[in-house]
């Protein structure tokens, strides 16, 4: 009796520890599954907003995980922004300021140091750094951008061409390589979608879902940049040629490239599909003859719906993914990250593309499915950034953080710890001019309420906004009386962050 009493005590006990361990320990060495796509603009997840885009498998990550309201990158376009992920470093200090150079992969990246921590590494899909991929056990990647039907693949190093949809396709490859991976060890797995990139051209599949859709263009889409010389002055308009009938929207005429042919992949099935679906449009915009901001809005219409059917394979393929990981016992082990290689602009300020400091590009997606242990729920509004994708990635793996890395791990903002202290402001510079869409160099600080740019190099101006009464960036306050202590402030900070982020670069 005395003994099955101890006994029973000790099992109580011992279930107490598992019980409290299990609720409040968060888990160690989590799988991490990295997801992301190519210019995917918050406003066309679900999650964000519901005016456009139905994503049910995106919103899962947000619903049994977090949403960050408060997500920036520090460089607005594809390579630069891709090498700050992997390094945890402004793309000053790792060398990739913009498209044109590629990436020195003998850097320290987080992949390396997980592998050499004992995780296994993969990377599919897009990848779009010149240089081969390092720190990978495996690697299979489109070449530079990619192409949608029946693409290309490198896999470690050997390129053979795919039948079948670009985004479907990358999802095949990352499912294949989770079955086929070392079960005994944690994994660490980048899946990036070349979708949904220019010139978004949709799976033929969802063509005509998205067809007779009409979108609400968005309240600046007519802006006319008063005040902001820099917004006049480029070239990423939907109302100008910038957008290009033909090579953007696959109206069948001659455009200012000429005639880009979008079938040309394409095996017979597809360019049924795709003709039956296009020509018609061709020939309905042949016949309307539109002109001014009918021609405008019937542009933004043809660029919402390529861009959103897009969206929709994406979506589709999340799902697929978060559900193997359901069915096959990770869910609950494994960190889910969604995020894009930065955002982009679905009409704001008449635009498409990326680039600029301001809100649509600057800002990117990330929600995330926390491993068991990780308590936070529901929209997480810190600032943060992707210099602090590496640094969190290492911390979850319990790997040291590099002291050089300039980002922070997000992992006591995930464990719910309220003695956090979190940063006041983030940093950003742009360097990719001239360039075709003649965005200017530019770099600022942002903080929870306002924004400071300076635009440089050909141009000397300076820009304030104030996001709580201007969230969508329309009037420059810079030198406005009422702004000066705002604006002081921010100058002071704008250059602590350089001395900070050791940015000498204009
Ligand atoms: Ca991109």
Same mark, same amino acid.
């Given at each position: 009796m005395k003994i099955s009493g101890i006994l029973l005590i000790v099992l109580l006990a011992s279930f107490v520890i598992v019980g409290c361990s299990t609720k409040e320990e968060p888990m160690q060495r989590p799988n991490i599954l990295f997801i992301m796509s190519d210019d995917h603009g918050y406003q066309a997840i679900s999650s964000y907003n519901?005016?456009? +885009? $139905?994503?049910p498998n995106l919103d899962r990550i947000a619903d049994e995980g977090v949403i960050f309201s408060n997500s920036f990158v520090g460089n607005s376009i594809c390579a630069p922004s891709r090498a700050t992920m992997l390094t945890g470093k402004h793309t000053h200090i790792n060398g990739q +300021?913009? $498209?044109?150079v590629s990436f020195d992969g003998s850097q320290v990246t987080f992949p390396k140091l997980l592998q050499a921590a004992g995780y296994q590494t993969a990377l599919i899909g897009k990848w779009h750094l010149r240089s081969d991929p390092t720190g990978f056990d495996y690697w299979n990647i489109v070449p530079g951008q990619g192409q949608y039907y029946n693409p290309d693949f490198i896999e470690m190093g050997e390129k053979k061409r795919f039948e079948g949809y670009v985004t479907d396709i990358t999802t095949d490859f990352a499912l294949d390589w989770l079955d086929k991976r070392d079960k005994e060890k944690p994994f660490c797995l980048l899946l990036h979608n070349k979708a949904p990139h220019r010139t978004w051209e949709p799976d033929t599949l969802y063509l005509d879902e998205f067809k007779d859709k009409v979108y609400p263009a968005p309240e600046n889409f007519f802006d006319n940049y008063e005040g902001r010389q820099a917004a006049a002055e480029q070239h990423l308009s939907i109302r100008a040629t910038d957008m290009d009938v033909n090579y953007d929207l696959k109206l069948n005429i001659k455009g200012r490239f000429g005639l880009v042919d979008h079938t040309r992949r394409m095996n017979e099935k597809q360019r049924e599909r795709w003709n039956k679906h296009y020509q018609p449009i061709t020939k309905d915009f042949l016949k309307r003859n539109l002109e001014g901001d009918d021609l405008y809005l019937w542009k933004y219409q043809r660029y919402m719906r390529d861009y959103l059917a897009c969206i929709r394979s994406v979506d589709e393929n999340a799902g697929r993914v978060l559900d193997y990981l359901e069915e096959n016992g990770l869910a609950d082990n494994t960190l889910v990250v969604y995020t894009s290689d930065q955002g982009f602009y679905l009409g704001e300020h008449g635009w498409f593309d990326k680039r600029f400091m301001y809100e649509e590009s600057f800002r990117t997606p990330l929600l995330m499915r926390l491993p068991k242990g990780y308590n936070r729920k529901g929209e997480i509004s810190e600032l943060v950034q992707n210099i602090d994708y590496a640094p969190t990635f290492l911390d979850f793996a319990g790997v040291e953080i590099p002291p050089e890395i300039q980002g922070k791990s997000l992992k006591p903002i995930l464990i719910d710890d309220k003695n956090t202290k979190w940063r006041d402001a983030i940093y950003y510079h742009y360097y990719e001019f001239p360039n075709e869409h003649a965005v200017k160099k530019h770099y600022g600080v942002r903080t929870q309420r306002y924004k400071l740019i300076h635009f440089y190099n050909d141009i000397d101006v300076w820009e304030l906004y104030d996001l709580e009464k201007d969230p969508t960036e329309m009037h420059n306050v810079f030198g406005q009386p009422e702004y000066a202590e705002a604006q002081q402030k921010l100058e002071t900070r704008l250059a602590e962050l350089r001395v900070e982020y050791d940015d000498d670069t204009e």
């Open positions: 519901k005016e456009l +885009i $139905n994503t +300021i913009d $498209n044109s």
